[in-house]
């Protein structure tokens, strides 16, 4: 979805990065859920099989890098506030394309 284009809004990463919106609106949906990093991060698991740090989280709220896997995140930013996956990337999507005028 990332590299076609979605009806009034071309989606070309080259223009910016997705990630500043992403990480706000996961911030958002975890703060009105009244939740923590540290509650965010147990579920986000690792390859290893542990849950990664809440300076990843924070990392990635504060759009200073990708998570390793942004699904896995994005995901667990869902099982713990009621906030569907899609709906998080869509509102991310949205306030992207307003602020880049499109």
């Given at each position: 979805?990332?590299?076609?284009?979605?009806?009034?809004?071309?989606?070309?990463?080259?223009?910016?990065?997705?990630?500043?919106?992403l990480?706000?609106?996961?911030?958002?949906?975890?703060?009105?859920?009244?939740?923590t990093?540290?509650?965010?991060?147990?579920?986000?698991?690792?390859?290893?099989?542990?849950?990664?740090?809440?300076t990843?989280?924070l990392?990635?709220?504060h759009?200073?890098?990708?998570?390793?896997?942004?699904?896995?995140?994005?995901?667990?930013?869902s099982d713990?506030?009621?906030?569907?996956?899609?709906?998080?990337?869509?509102?991310a999507?949205?306030?992207?394309?307003?602020?880049?005028?499109?």
């Open positions: 979805m990332l590299h076609g284009e979605a009806p009034g809004c071309p989606l070309t990463m080259t223009d910016r990065q997705l990630l500043p919106y990480g706000r609106v996961a911030r958002e949906a975890r703060e009105t859920a009244g939740l990093r540290e509650q965010v991060a147990v579920l986000v698991i690792t390859k290893r099989g542990r849950p990664v740090a809440s990843t989280i990392r990635f709220e759009a200073q890098t990708w998570p390793q896997n942004p699904d896995a995140t994005i995901a667990a930013y713990a506030t009621g906030v569907a996956t899609c709906e998080l990337w869509e509102r999507l949205r306030e992207w394309c307003r602020l880049n005028g499109n």
